[in-house]
Protein backbone atom coordinates (compact mmCIF):
# COMPACT_ATOMS: atom_id res chain seq x y z
CA UNK A 1 0.00 0.00 0.00
CA UNK A 2 0.86 3.64 -0.76
CA UNK A 3 3.90 4.13 2.08
CA UNK A 4 4.08 7.07 4.80
CA UNK A 5 2.48 6.63 3.45
CA UNK A 6 5.43 4.05 3.28
CA UNK A 7 3.50 6.87 3.04
CA UNK A 8 6.43 14.43 5.34
CA UNK A 9 5.68 10.36 5.93
CA UNK A 10 2.33 10.55 4.27
CA UNK A 11 3.01 12.21 1.35
CA UNK A 12 5.14 11.42 -1.95
CA UNK A 13 8.47 12.94 -1.93
CA UNK A 14 10.53 12.93 -5.08
CA UNK A 15 13.69 14.49 -3.27
CA UNK A 16 14.87 12.46 -0.85
CA UNK A 17 17.87 10.10 -1.77
CA UNK A 18 16.00 6.63 -0.87
CA UNK A 19 12.32 7.62 -0.53
CA UNK A 20 11.95 5.22 2.07
CA UNK A 21 13.84 7.54 4.78
CA UNK A 22 11.00 10.16 4.73
CA UNK A 23 8.45 7.17 4.43
CA UNK A 24 9.82 5.31 7.74
CA UNK A 25 9.71 8.43 9.66
CA UNK A 26 7.83 7.46 12.96
CA UNK A 27 4.26 9.10 13.99
CA UNK A 28 3.63 9.68 17.61
CA UNK A 29 0.98 11.12 19.50
CA UNK A 30 0.70 15.01 19.81
CA UNK A 31 -1.88 15.06 22.88
CA UNK A 32 -2.13 13.63 26.45
CA UNK A 33 -5.49 12.05 27.31
CA UNK A 34 -6.52 11.26 30.48
CA UNK A 35 -5.85 8.12 32.53
CA UNK A 36 -8.75 6.87 34.25
CA UNK A 37 -7.36 3.52 34.86
CA UNK A 38 -3.72 5.42 36.08
CA UNK A 39 -1.75 4.04 33.17
CA UNK A 40 -0.77 5.92 29.79
CA UNK A 41 0.51 4.32 26.39
CA UNK A 42 2.60 6.07 23.88
CA UNK A 43 2.59 4.69 20.29
CA UNK A 44 5.01 5.08 18.01
CA UNK A 45 4.06 4.36 14.11
CA UNK A 46 6.38 3.20 11.80
CA UNK A 47 5.14 2.50 7.78
CA UNK A 48 2.04 3.09 5.79
CA UNK A 49 -0.97 4.96 6.46
CA UNK A 50 -2.71 1.93 7.12
CA UNK A 51 -0.48 1.62 10.18
CA UNK A 52 -1.42 5.18 11.21
CA UNK A 53 -4.92 4.18 10.69
CA UNK A 54 -4.66 1.15 12.62
CA UNK A 55 -2.54 3.27 15.60
CA UNK A 56 -6.06 5.10 16.04
CA UNK A 57 -8.03 2.24 16.39
CA UNK A 58 -5.59 0.57 18.79
CA UNK A 59 -5.66 4.00 20.66
CA UNK A 60 -9.30 4.01 20.71
CA UNK A 61 -9.38 0.07 21.67
CA UNK A 62 -7.33 1.37 24.91
CA UNK A 63 -8.62 4.36 25.80
CA UNK A 64 -12.20 2.34 26.19
CA UNK A 65 -10.26 0.10 28.57
CA UNK A 66 -9.64 3.48 30.45
CA UNK A 67 -5.92 3.83 29.60
CA UNK A 68 -4.34 7.23 29.00
CA UNK A 69 -2.81 8.54 26.01
CA UNK A 70 0.82 9.88 26.17
CA UNK A 71 2.47 12.25 23.71
CA UNK A 72 6.04 11.44 24.88
CA UNK A 73 7.65 8.14 25.35
CA UNK A 74 9.36 9.87 28.54
CA UNK A 75 5.79 9.97 31.19
CA UNK A 76 4.65 6.52 29.78
CA UNK A 77 3.55 3.24 31.21
CA UNK A 78 3.32 1.41 28.43
CA UNK A 79 5.04 1.92 25.01
CA UNK A 80 3.75 0.20 21.94
CA UNK A 81 5.42 0.13 19.10
CA UNK A 82 3.08 -0.24 15.40
CA UNK A 83 5.80 -1.50 12.90
CA UNK A 84 6.33 -2.15 9.37
CA UNK A 85 8.41 -5.28 7.97
CA UNK A 86 7.99 -4.22 4.07
CA UNK A 87 12.13 -3.44 3.81
CA UNK A 88 14.94 -3.85 6.21
CA UNK A 89 15.69 -1.01 6.93
CA UNK A 90 12.04 -0.33 8.26
CA UNK A 91 13.05 -3.56 10.53
CA UNK A 92 16.23 -2.59 11.52
CA UNK A 93 14.79 0.79 12.53
CA UNK A 94 12.23 -0.60 15.04
CA UNK A 95 14.94 -2.86 16.55
CA UNK A 96 17.25 -0.44 17.52
CA UNK A 97 13.99 1.71 19.25
CA UNK A 98 13.38 -1.63 20.95
CA UNK A 99 16.37 -1.97 22.44
CA UNK A 100 16.25 1.40 23.29
CA UNK A 101 12.85 1.10 25.25
CA UNK A 102 14.66 -1.93 27.23
CA UNK A 103 17.51 -0.52 28.25
CA UNK A 104 15.37 1.92 30.08
CA UNK A 105 13.43 -1.01 31.39
CA UNK A 106 16.58 -2.19 32.71
CA UNK A 107 18.29 0.78 33.88
CA UNK A 108 15.04 2.49 35.63
CA UNK A 109 11.67 1.50 34.80
CA UNK A 110 11.38 -1.88 35.65
CA UNK A 111 7.50 -1.78 35.36
CA UNK A 112 7.22 -0.10 31.81
CA UNK A 113 5.84 -2.26 29.36
CA UNK A 114 7.07 -2.76 25.94
CA UNK A 115 4.86 -3.98 23.21
CA UNK A 116 5.13 -4.48 19.25
CA UNK A 117 2.40 -4.29 17.04
CA UNK A 118 1.55 -4.99 13.25
CA UNK A 119 3.12 -6.64 10.53
CA UNK A 120 6.94 -7.10 12.43
CA UNK A 121 4.64 -8.43 15.15
CA UNK A 122 3.48 -10.68 12.76
CA UNK A 123 6.87 -12.27 11.11
CA UNK A 124 8.98 -12.18 13.97
CA UNK A 125 6.81 -13.30 17.01
CA UNK A 126 9.46 -15.91 18.00
CA UNK A 127 12.46 -13.77 17.77
CA UNK A 128 11.65 -10.99 19.35
CA UNK A 129 10.15 -12.78 22.53
CA UNK A 130 12.63 -15.42 22.70
CA UNK A 131 16.09 -15.23 21.32
CA UNK A 132 15.98 -11.10 21.68
CA UNK A 133 13.54 -10.54 24.64
CA UNK A 134 13.36 -7.34 23.58
CA UNK A 135 9.37 -7.34 24.61
CA UNK A 136 6.68 -8.08 26.70
CA UNK A 137 3.43 -7.88 24.38
CA UNK A 138 3.45 -9.36 20.45
CA UNK A 139 0.34 -8.33 18.57
CA UNK A 140 -0.44 -8.41 15.32
CA UNK A 141 -2.81 -6.77 13.14
CA UNK A 142 -5.51 -8.55 13.34
CA UNK A 143 -5.31 -8.89 17.62
CA UNK A 144 -5.94 -5.42 18.46
CA UNK A 145 -9.34 -5.90 20.51
CA UNK A 146 -7.23 -8.88 22.81
CA UNK A 147 -4.77 -5.59 23.70
CA UNK A 148 -5.90 -4.76 26.99
CA UNK A 149 -6.69 -8.72 27.95
CA UNK A 150 -2.62 -9.35 26.51
CA UNK A 151 -1.43 -5.85 28.33
CA UNK A 152 -3.34 -7.32 31.70
CA UNK A 153 -1.85 -10.57 31.53
CA UNK A 154 1.88 -9.61 30.96
CA UNK A 155 1.41 -7.62 34.10
CA UNK A 156 -0.06 -9.83 36.09
CA UNK A 157 2.48 -13.13 35.47
CA UNK A 158 5.63 -11.11 34.07
CA UNK A 159 5.69 -13.27 31.37
CA UNK A 160 5.15 -12.14 27.80
CA UNK A 161 1.41 -12.25 26.14
CA UNK A 162 1.25 -13.22 22.17
CA UNK A 163 -1.73 -12.69 20.28
CA UNK A 164 -0.81 -12.86 16.62
CA UNK A 165 -4.00 -15.10 14.79
CA UNK A 166 -4.58 -13.79 11.50
CA UNK A 167 -8.51 -13.76 11.00
CA UNK A 168 -10.33 -13.70 7.98
CA UNK A 169 -13.01 -11.38 9.05
CA UNK A 170 -12.04 -8.65 11.69
CA UNK A 171 -12.44 -5.21 9.91
CA UNK A 172 -12.75 -3.01 13.34
CA UNK A 173 -15.97 -1.81 11.54
CA UNK A 174 -17.40 -1.00 14.76
CA UNK A 175 -14.48 0.18 16.63
CA UNK A 176 -14.85 4.59 16.31
CA UNK A 177 -10.81 5.05 15.75
CA UNK A 178 -9.19 8.05 18.40
CA UNK A 179 -8.07 11.07 15.77
CA UNK A 180 -4.41 11.73 16.69
CA UNK A 181 -1.48 12.69 14.49
CA UNK A 182 -4.62 14.72 12.43
CA UNK A 183 -4.77 18.24 11.31
CA UNK A 184 -8.83 17.91 11.82
CA UNK A 185 -8.95 18.30 8.23
CA UNK A 186 -7.93 15.18 6.51
CA UNK A 187 -8.64 11.86 8.09
CA UNK A 188 -7.82 8.26 7.05
CA UNK A 189 -10.91 5.79 6.66
CA UNK A 190 -9.98 2.05 6.57
CA UNK A 191 -12.44 -0.02 4.61
CA UNK A 192 -10.43 -3.27 4.22
CA UNK A 193 -7.91 -5.28 5.29
CA UNK A 194 -5.22 -7.41 4.01
CA UNK A 195 -3.97 -8.17 0.60
CA UNK A 196 -4.54 -11.42 -1.92
CA UNK A 197 -2.27 -10.38 -4.39
CA UNK A 198 1.12 -11.97 -3.36
CA UNK A 199 3.27 -10.12 -5.71
CA UNK A 200 7.18 -11.84 -5.54
CA UNK A 201 8.54 -9.12 -3.39
CA UNK A 202 6.13 -8.25 -1.14
CA UNK A 203 5.62 -9.52 3.21
CA UNK A 204 2.34 -8.16 3.53
CA UNK A 205 -0.04 -11.07 2.84
CA UNK A 206 1.93 -12.82 5.20
CA UNK A 207 1.96 -10.21 8.05
CA UNK A 208 -1.69 -8.40 6.88
CA UNK A 209 -3.42 -12.09 6.18
CA UNK A 210 -6.03 -12.42 3.65
CA UNK A 211 -8.20 -9.57 2.11
CA UNK A 212 -11.96 -8.97 3.75
CA UNK A 213 -14.27 -5.41 2.70
CA UNK A 214 -15.51 -3.64 5.78
CA UNK A 215 -19.22 -3.20 5.69
CA UNK A 216 -20.48 -0.26 3.65
CA UNK A 217 -22.86 0.99 6.09
CA UNK A 218 -20.20 1.42 8.60
CA UNK A 219 -17.56 2.93 6.31
CA UNK A 220 -20.75 6.05 5.48
CA UNK A 221 -21.29 5.90 9.01
CA UNK A 222 -17.71 7.22 10.00
CA UNK A 223 -17.46 9.09 6.59
CA UNK A 224 -20.19 11.21 8.16
CA UNK A 225 -19.27 11.11 11.54
CA UNK A 226 -15.85 12.84 10.00
CA UNK A 227 -18.16 15.70 8.30
CA UNK A 228 -20.22 16.28 11.05
CA UNK A 229 -16.90 17.05 13.09
CA UNK A 230 -15.75 19.48 10.30
CA UNK A 231 -13.31 17.42 8.24
CA UNK A 232 -12.79 18.32 4.84
CA UNK A 233 -11.16 14.76 3.63
CA UNK A 234 -10.91 11.49 3.54
CA UNK A 235 -8.68 8.90 2.20
CA UNK A 236 -10.47 6.11 2.13
CA UNK A 237 -7.30 2.92 2.47
CA UNK A 238 -6.87 -0.64 1.78
CA UNK A 239 -3.99 -2.76 0.89
CA UNK A 240 -5.62 -2.83 -2.64
CA UNK A 241 -8.88 -0.52 -2.92
CA UNK A 242 -9.71 -1.45 -6.33
CA UNK A 243 -10.73 -4.76 -5.20
CA UNK A 244 -13.42 -3.88 -2.18
CA UNK A 245 -16.43 -5.41 -2.49
CA UNK A 246 -19.39 -6.84 -0.04
CA UNK A 247 -22.38 -7.99 -0.79
CA UNK A 248 -25.58 -5.34 0.11
CA UNK A 249 -28.87 -6.62 0.09
CA UNK A 250 -28.37 -9.67 -2.71
CA UNK A 251 -26.33 -7.01 -4.89
CA UNK A 252 -22.79 -6.18 -5.41
CA UNK A 253 -21.15 -2.97 -3.81
CA UNK A 254 -18.01 -2.14 -6.08
CA UNK A 255 -15.56 0.30 -4.91
CA UNK A 256 -16.75 2.59 -7.70
CA UNK A 257 -19.92 2.35 -5.76
CA UNK A 258 -19.05 2.87 -2.36
CA UNK A 259 -16.70 5.80 -3.32
CA UNK A 260 -19.93 7.33 -5.15
CA UNK A 261 -22.25 6.89 -1.91
CA UNK A 262 -19.23 8.70 0.33
CA UNK A 263 -19.22 11.69 -2.33
CA UNK A 264 -23.16 12.03 -1.41
CA UNK A 265 -22.36 12.11 1.93
CA UNK A 266 -21.21 16.16 1.68
CA UNK A 267 -20.35 18.68 -0.88
CA UNK A 268 -17.50 20.25 1.06
CA UNK A 269 -16.01 16.82 1.56
CA UNK A 270 -13.20 15.83 -0.90
CA UNK A 271 -12.38 12.03 -1.04
CA UNK A 272 -8.90 10.46 -2.23
CA UNK A 273 -7.69 6.61 -1.72
CA UNK A 274 -5.07 4.47 -1.47
CA UNK A 275 -3.72 2.02 -2.73
CA UNK A 276 -4.99 0.89 -6.04
CA UNK A 277 -3.72 -1.80 -8.15
CA UNK A 278 -3.80 -2.02 -11.98
CA UNK A 279 -5.52 -5.21 -12.75
CA UNK A 280 -8.52 -3.78 -10.64
CA UNK A 281 -8.85 -0.37 -12.24
CA UNK A 282 -12.49 -0.30 -13.56
CA UNK A 283 -14.13 1.94 -16.07
CA UNK A 284 -16.49 2.01 -13.49
CA UNK A 285 -14.29 3.61 -10.84
CA UNK A 286 -12.81 6.24 -13.47
CA UNK A 287 -16.39 6.86 -14.52
CA UNK A 288 -16.67 7.74 -11.31
CA UNK A 289 -14.30 10.37 -11.13
CA UNK A 290 -15.33 12.37 -13.86
CA UNK A 291 -19.34 11.96 -12.91
CA UNK A 292 -18.58 13.04 -8.70
CA UNK A 293 -15.95 16.39 -8.51
CA UNK A 294 -15.62 16.00 -4.81
CA UNK A 295 -13.46 12.66 -6.00
CA UNK A 296 -9.71 14.21 -6.28
CA UNK A 297 -8.47 13.97 -9.58
CA UNK A 298 -5.18 12.02 -8.33
CA UNK A 299 -4.60 8.42 -8.28
CA UNK A 300 -1.51 6.41 -7.17
CA UNK A 301 -1.01 3.61 -8.92
CA UNK A 302 2.01 1.44 -8.50
CA UNK A 303 3.70 0.26 -11.31
CA UNK A 304 6.63 -1.01 -9.75
CA UNK A 305 8.62 -2.00 -12.84
CA UNK A 306 8.67 -0.77 -16.70
CA UNK A 307 9.51 -3.71 -17.87
CA UNK A 308 7.20 -6.83 -19.06
CA UNK A 309 9.23 -9.60 -18.28
CA UNK A 310 10.47 -8.27 -14.74
CA UNK A 311 6.66 -7.25 -13.95
CA UNK A 312 5.52 -11.66 -14.75
CA UNK A 313 9.29 -11.97 -12.10
CA UNK A 314 7.18 -9.52 -9.54
CA UNK A 315 3.96 -11.27 -10.42
CA UNK A 316 2.33 -8.46 -10.76
CA UNK A 317 -0.31 -9.90 -13.53
CA UNK A 318 -0.12 -6.92 -16.34
CA UNK A 319 2.49 -6.46 -18.95
CA UNK A 320 4.37 -2.76 -19.73
CA UNK A 321 1.95 -1.99 -22.76
CA UNK A 322 -1.32 -2.62 -20.24
CA UNK A 323 0.00 -0.59 -17.92
CA UNK A 324 0.42 2.15 -20.03
CA UNK A 325 -3.09 1.64 -21.85
CA UNK A 326 -4.57 2.01 -18.81
CA UNK A 327 -3.06 5.47 -18.06
CA UNK A 328 -4.01 6.44 -21.43
CA UNK A 329 -7.52 5.29 -20.27
CA UNK A 330 -7.73 6.90 -17.36
CA UNK A 331 -6.69 10.40 -19.04
CA UNK A 332 -9.14 10.32 -22.01
CA UNK A 333 -11.89 9.91 -19.10
CA UNK A 334 -10.84 12.08 -16.31
CA UNK A 335 -8.74 15.30 -17.46
CA UNK A 336 -6.46 16.52 -15.56
CA UNK A 337 -5.70 13.25 -14.06
CA UNK A 338 -2.58 13.29 -11.77
CA UNK A 339 -0.81 10.37 -10.78
CA UNK A 340 2.04 8.96 -8.55
CA UNK A 341 3.45 5.31 -8.20
CA UNK A 342 5.74 3.27 -6.32
CA UNK A 343 8.89 2.20 -8.02
CA UNK A 344 11.24 -0.57 -7.20
CA UNK A 345 15.08 -0.48 -8.53
CA UNK A 346 17.15 -3.35 -8.26
CA UNK A 347 14.76 -6.46 -8.53
CA UNK A 348 16.43 -10.22 -8.35
CA UNK A 349 18.13 -10.49 -12.35
CA UNK A 350 17.29 -6.81 -13.03
CA UNK A 351 19.15 -6.31 -16.59
CA UNK A 352 20.73 -2.96 -17.87
CA UNK A 353 17.84 -2.96 -20.26
CA UNK A 354 14.79 -3.75 -18.03
CA UNK A 355 16.44 -1.16 -15.57
CA UNK A 356 16.26 1.26 -18.88
CA UNK A 357 12.00 0.09 -19.61
CA UNK A 358 11.44 1.90 -15.62
CA UNK A 359 13.31 4.99 -16.72
CA UNK A 360 11.03 4.99 -20.13
CA UNK A 361 8.18 4.24 -19.04
CA UNK A 362 8.44 6.90 -15.96
CA UNK A 363 9.17 9.72 -19.17
CA UNK A 364 6.08 8.17 -21.09
CA UNK A 365 3.60 8.15 -18.05
CA UNK A 366 5.17 11.61 -16.40
CA UNK A 367 3.98 11.11 -13.04
CA UNK A 368 3.61 14.21 -10.74
CA UNK A 369 4.77 12.23 -7.48
CA UNK A 370 6.64 8.75 -7.11
CA UNK A 371 7.72 6.41 -4.31
CA UNK A 372 11.15 5.09 -5.24
CA UNK A 373 12.67 1.88 -3.26
CA UNK A 374 15.95 -0.20 -3.71
CA UNK A 375 14.41 -4.24 -3.47
CA UNK A 376 14.76 -5.22 -0.30
CA UNK A 377 14.65 -9.06 0.15
CA UNK A 378 11.78 -10.28 2.81
CA UNK A 379 12.02 -13.83 4.04
CA UNK A 380 9.31 -16.67 2.74
CA UNK A 381 8.34 -14.15 -0.26
CA UNK A 382 8.35 -15.95 -3.58
CA UNK A 383 11.11 -13.85 -4.67
CA UNK A 384 13.04 -14.96 -1.85
CA UNK A 385 12.34 -18.32 -2.61
CA UNK A 386 12.90 -18.36 -6.07
CA UNK A 387 15.01 -16.07 -7.11
CA UNK A 388 18.75 -14.75 -5.92
CA UNK A 389 19.10 -11.68 -4.61
CA UNK A 390 21.69 -10.98 -6.82
CA UNK A 391 21.82 -6.91 -7.52
CA UNK A 392 25.10 -5.76 -5.85
CA UNK A 393 24.00 -2.85 -3.25
CA UNK A 394 26.00 -0.42 -5.15
CA UNK A 395 24.26 -0.92 -8.32
CA UNK A 396 21.16 -0.92 -6.65
CA UNK A 397 21.64 2.45 -5.09
CA UNK A 398 23.06 3.56 -8.92
CA UNK A 399 19.54 2.71 -10.30
CA UNK A 400 17.71 4.04 -7.30
CA UNK A 401 19.43 7.28 -8.42
CA UNK A 402 18.99 7.79 -11.87
CA UNK A 403 14.66 6.59 -11.14
CA UNK A 404 15.10 9.82 -8.52
CA UNK A 405 16.77 12.07 -10.70
CA UNK A 406 14.01 11.51 -13.37
CA UNK A 407 11.84 12.11 -11.07
CA UNK A 408 12.70 15.25 -10.10
CA UNK A 409 12.86 16.39 -13.39
CA UNK A 410 9.46 15.38 -14.32
CA UNK A 411 8.09 16.20 -11.29
CA UNK A 412 9.52 19.81 -12.02
CA UNK A 413 7.90 19.61 -15.32
CA UNK A 414 4.41 18.60 -13.87
CA UNK A 415 4.88 21.27 -11.37
CA UNK A 416 5.86 23.87 -13.97
CA UNK A 417 2.51 23.21 -16.04
CA UNK A 418 0.49 24.79 -13.19
CA UNK A 419 2.12 27.95 -12.86
CA UNK A 420 0.14 30.49 -14.20
CA UNK A 421 -3.68 28.59 -13.44
CA UNK A 422 -5.68 28.94 -10.57
CA UNK A 423 -5.98 26.43 -8.21
CA UNK A 424 -8.57 25.71 -5.23
CA UNK A 425 -6.89 24.38 -2.30
CA UNK A 426 -7.62 22.96 1.34
CA UNK A 427 -5.89 24.92 3.97
CA UNK A 428 -4.31 22.45 6.30
CA UNK A 429 -2.67 24.94 8.07
CA UNK A 430 0.93 26.80 8.50
CA UNK A 431 3.81 25.85 6.38
CA UNK A 432 6.61 23.60 7.43
CA UNK A 433 8.91 26.10 7.22
CA UNK A 434 6.93 29.47 8.48
CA UNK A 435 4.36 30.29 10.47
CA UNK A 436 3.32 33.31 8.54
CA UNK A 437 2.87 30.98 5.22
CA UNK A 438 -0.31 28.70 4.71
CA UNK A 439 -0.06 25.63 3.13
CA UNK A 440 -2.72 23.48 1.20
CA UNK A 441 -3.14 20.65 -1.01
CA UNK A 442 -4.87 20.99 -4.83
CA UNK A 443 -7.28 18.08 -5.80
CA UNK A 444 -4.23 17.14 -7.67
CA UNK A 445 -2.57 16.50 -4.42
CA UNK A 446 -0.23 19.17 -5.39
CA UNK A 447 1.30 21.01 -2.14
CA UNK A 448 0.67 25.04 -2.12
CA UNK A 449 2.25 27.19 0.00
CA UNK A 450 1.35 31.03 0.04
CA UNK A 451 1.52 34.00 2.55
CA UNK A 452 -0.41 33.81 5.60
CA UNK A 453 -3.90 36.45 4.86
CA UNK A 454 -6.50 37.31 7.96
CA UNK A 455 -9.44 35.20 8.28
CA UNK A 456 -8.48 32.07 6.58
CA UNK A 457 -8.25 29.13 8.55
CA UNK A 458 -7.15 25.68 7.89
CA UNK A 459 -10.01 23.57 6.67
CA UNK A 460 -10.88 26.56 4.52
CA UNK A 461 -11.49 26.55 0.87
CA UNK A 462 -9.03 29.16 -0.82
CA UNK A 463 -8.40 30.34 -4.62
CA UNK A 464 -4.52 30.84 -5.17
CA UNK A 465 -2.92 31.52 -8.72
CA UNK A 466 0.21 29.30 -8.81
CA UNK A 467 3.18 31.76 -9.42
CA UNK A 468 6.32 29.73 -9.41
CA UNK A 469 7.28 26.09 -7.79
CA UNK A 470 10.18 23.63 -7.26
CA UNK A 471 9.99 19.86 -8.16
CA UNK A 472 8.34 19.31 -4.91
CA UNK A 473 5.61 22.17 -3.84
CA UNK A 474 3.61 25.22 -5.87
CA UNK A 475 4.04 28.66 -4.68
CA UNK A 476 1.07 30.57 -4.62
CA UNK A 477 -1.18 33.82 -3.79
CA UNK A 478 -4.23 33.80 -2.31
CA UNK A 479 -7.03 34.85 -3.88
CA UNK A 480 -9.86 34.26 -2.30
CA UNK A 481 -11.77 32.08 0.13
CA UNK A 482 -14.17 29.88 -1.72
CA UNK A 483 -16.37 26.44 -1.14
CA UNK A 484 -15.81 22.90 -2.52
CA UNK A 485 -19.73 23.40 -3.35
CA UNK A 486 -18.93 27.04 -5.34
CA UNK A 487 -15.94 25.75 -6.87
CA UNK A 488 -17.34 23.03 -8.46
CA UNK A 489 -19.95 24.74 -9.70
CA UNK A 490 -17.31 27.92 -11.46
CA UNK A 491 -15.38 24.53 -12.40
CA UNK A 492 -12.62 25.51 -10.93
N1 LIG B 1 11.57 -4.15 -1.39
C1 LIG B 1 11.43 -2.87 -1.81
N2 LIG B 1 10.26 -2.24 -1.91
C2 LIG B 1 9.16 -2.95 -1.59
N3 LIG B 1 7.86 -2.61 -1.60
C3 LIG B 1 7.14 -3.67 -1.16
N4 LIG B 1 7.95 -4.70 -0.89
C4 LIG B 1 9.21 -4.27 -1.14
C5 LIG B 1 10.48 -4.89 -1.05
N5 LIG B 1 10.62 -6.15 -0.66
C6 LIG B 1 7.37 -1.32 -2.05
C7 LIG B 1 6.44 -1.48 -3.26
C8 LIG B 1 5.09 -1.23 -2.65
C9 LIG B 1 5.41 -0.23 -1.56
C10 LIG B 1 4.39 -0.11 -0.51
O1 LIG B 1 6.62 -0.72 -1.02
O2 LIG B 1 6.76 -0.49 -4.20
O3 LIG B 1 4.14 -0.73 -3.57
FE1 LIG C 1 2.09 -6.17 -1.47
FE2 LIG C 1 1.30 -6.53 -4.01
FE3 LIG C 1 -0.49 -6.70 -1.98
FE4 LIG C 1 0.54 -4.31 -2.65
S1 LIG C 1 -0.77 -5.59 -3.97
S2 LIG C 1 0.29 -5.14 -0.56
S3 LIG C 1 2.62 -4.85 -3.25
S4 LIG C 1 1.23 -8.07 -2.34
Not at 54 to 74: F, M, R
Not at 210 to 235: F, H, M, N, W
Not at 279 to 292: I, Q, T
Not at 463 to 473: G, N, Q, R
Amino acid sequence: MQPITDLDVLQPTSSAPDVAEGIDAPKTLPATVDAPNGKRVFIETYGCQMNVSDSELVASILAQDGYGLSATEDDADVILINTCAIREKAEDRVRGRLARFRGRKVKSQPDLTIGVLGCMAERLRKKLLEEEALVDVVVGPDAYRDLPRLLAETEETGQAAVNVHLSREETYADIAPVRYDTNGVSAFVSIMRGCDNMCAFCVVPFTRGRERSRPVTSILAECAQLVDAGYKEVTVLGQNVNSYRVEENGSVVSFAELLYRISLLSPELRIRYSTSHPKDCSEELLHVHLERPTICNFIHLPVQHGNTEVLRRMRRTYSREQYLDLIGRARSIVPDLALSTDIIAGFCHETEEEHADTLSLMEAVGYDHAFMFMYSERPNTFAARKFEDDIPEELKQHRLAEIIEIQNRVSRERNERRVGIREVILVEGPSRRSDEQLCGRTDSNHMVVFDRVDGLEKGDYAEVDIMSCTSATLLGEFVRKTTLEEAVAVGA
